[in-house]
C-alpha cells in the first residue's frame, strides 16, 4: 500500500509565477489536510479537505492560495503570484476518517523555493 | 486557540544515553497528543499518540511519552538513544474543536544530535 505521495518533490519558481503542489493520499482516505513548514519553524495547518469539500480552510492566507480535492485525481494546493515569503516546505497528510483520533499519514513533502 | 510548546531548540546527547524531550501544551479540554519525527528532507512519521486512558503511552522505536494533565506535558523519552535517532521531533496536539477535528497544532521541533 504505497504512502502519501506527493509532486514535485522541489519547485523553483520566480516571483510572480504561480505554483501547483500535488498530493495524492493513501488508499480509501479521504480526508487530506495540507501544512507549511517555514524555515526553522513546525508545521502550521493550512487547509483540511473532503472529496470535493473545503472543510476548514482557517489556516489558508487570504489571498493568491487555494486549495482543490475533486472527485477523481489528487488533491492541488495552489498558489499564484509567488513571492519569496513562499519558500517553505508544504506536506500533505491525509487520514481514513473524520475525526481528531484517527493518525494522519504525511508524504514526503513539495520543497518550494521562490527566486 | 490550542498550542504546543518544545522548549528546546536543538537537544545533543551521547549514542547509549537516556533522551527526554519536552512538551508542554495549552487546550481547554482533554488533548489529543502526538509525537512525530522528521528525518532531513523526509515527511513525518508517527512515533505516538495519546487520547486517553493510561497516561504512559508506548510507540515506535523505543519510545514512550507520560501524559501528565497537572503540569500540561507530554515529553518523550527514550533509555538508550541511538545514532540513527538523530532526526527533528515534533510534539502536536489535536483536535481543534469545532468542526476542524483534523487540524494538528505543533510545537517548533526539537533537532536532536547524537554523538557516537
Known amino acids: 500500500n504505497a504512502g502519501v505521495m506527493q509532486n514535485p518533490r522541489h519547485l523553483v519558481r520566480r516571483r510572480g509565477q504561480e505554483a501547483r503542489l500535488r498530493c495524492s493520499p493513501m488508499k480509501g482516505h479521504s480526508h487530506v489536510y495540507w501544512y507549511r513548514q517555514l524555515p526553522e519553524e513546525g508545521l502550521k495547518f493550512m487547509v483540511y479537505?473532503?472529496?470535493?469539500?473545503?472543510?476548514?480552510e482557517s489556516g489558508m492566507p487570504k489571498e493568491r492560495f487555494s486549495a482543490e480535492f475533486p472527485k477523481e485525481g489528487p488533491s492541488i494546493l495552489r498558489i499564484q503570484q509567488v513571492v519569496r515569503g513562499d519558500s517553505a516546505a508544504y506536506f500533505c497528510a491525509s487520514s481514513l476518517n473524520y475525526g481528531g483520533t484517527d493518525e494522519q499519514y504525511f508524504g514526503p513533502g513539495t520543497r518550494l523555493t521562490v527566486t | 486557540a490550542q498550542s504546543v510548546t518544545q522548549p528546546d531548540i536543538h537537544i545533543t546527547v551521547s549514542e547509549g544515553a537516556s533522551l527526554e524531550l519536552r512538551c508542554n501544551y495549552s487546550?481547554?479540554?482533554?488533548?489529543?497528543l502526538f509525537w512525530y519525527v522528521q528525518s532531513p528532507g523526509q515527511g513525518l512519521q508517527l512515533l505516538l499518540k495519546?487520547?486517553?486512558?493510561?497516561?504512559l503511552v508506548q510507540g515506535i522505536k523505543g519510545f514512550e511519552a507520560e501524559f501528565k494533565r497537572s503540569q500540561s506535558s507530554f515529553n518523550l523519552r527514550k533509555p538508550s538513544v541511538h545514532w540513527s535517532d538523530a532526526a527533528e521531533y515534533f510534539c502536536?496536539?489535536?483536535?481543534?474543536?469545532?468542526?476542524?477535528?483534523?487540524?494538528?497544532?505543533f510545537g517548533q521541533g526539537t533537532i536532536l544530535t547524537v554523538h557516537p
Open positions: 502536536a496536539v489535536g483536535p481543534d474543536g469545532g468542526t476542524s477535528y483534523g487540524k494538528l497544532t
Open positions: 479537505l473532503q472529496k470535493e469539500n473545503i472543510i476548514d
Open positions: 487546550y481547554g479540554a482533554t488533548p489529543y
Open positions: 495519546y487520547f486517553s486512558g493510561d497516561t
